[in-house]
């Protein structure tokens, strides 16, 4: 396992909110919704996505857009015309005058006007309440386009297809297409990143730092020291140190407890995990070394965390605009 798909495992869309649009000029929706991540692409016609601090940016048709951040935006035909539908949370919906709309009429997973309006839109959202996920929202710009010429059509053409649809389990295929479609823009942006990409991609490809970190994540709970990934990647202590601060911006062991109490965030959320069971998972030999180690880098105790609200506040990205070409 590399560092990306640590990140992807947990923004997995489960009952995700797709919806598609056929709209008629003039046109345009306020998204309140909270999502902290949503996707947008075009079928037909062009749109553009507004948000505070932003300019405004043109999607085409074919192209996709990933919106990051729970922050209010606007998706319209055009940057001048004001919102007539607003999307709350929970996908509640009502018109700019406050009435009550449904999001239903054009069939199924369909609203708008009529079949053959000149716009039609596809969006979806990830609700991703998981802590392993905010590191992947940390990273990620404010709004990432990638345009029609550099993707791959048939996933688009496919998810377009399936939205339609009726037969059994149709919501999990939406739900793994949406997600393939996610991972294709964000391979491609970190891909292009360069500089800009994030410490754990740039790490990737280093022949030294990558197989260590590849290493912690396929076995984050093994009982790793410095000289053991050493050992493991071929190089020495001193080497493999340097090395790792330098590219990724922390000693390796500060990484590796970074990674475990992220992990043990995630577990201490599911089900009726004992303390004792999270901690065996993430590396630690007992219950009270990871109370420890997690009070320490968290600031308060498992259990106050446990007992904390799961949907905590999302990083604000930067506002920035990529266009991937």
Known sequence: MDALTGLLDGPRARGAFLLRSVLDPPWSLGIRDGSPLSLITMVRGDAFVLKDGFPPARVGAGDVAVVNGVDPYVVADDPGTAPQVIIHPGQRCEMADGSEVTLTGQGVRTWGTRPDAP??????????????SRRLLVALPGLLIRPAEAGDRTLIDLLVREMTGTEPAQDLVLDRLLDLVLVSVLRSWLAAAGDDAPAWQRARTDPVVGPALRLIHDDPAYGWTVASLAARTGVSRASLARRFTEVVGESPMAYLTGWRITLAADLLRQGDATLESVARRVGYGSA???????????GVSPQEYRRRPAHAPHPSPLPRVVRLT
């Open 119 to 132: 716009a039609v839109m596809i969006s979806g959202t990830y609700q991703m309440h998981s802590e392993v």
């Open 288 to 298: 009270f070394a990871l109370s420890t180690a997690f009070k320490r880098e968290r």
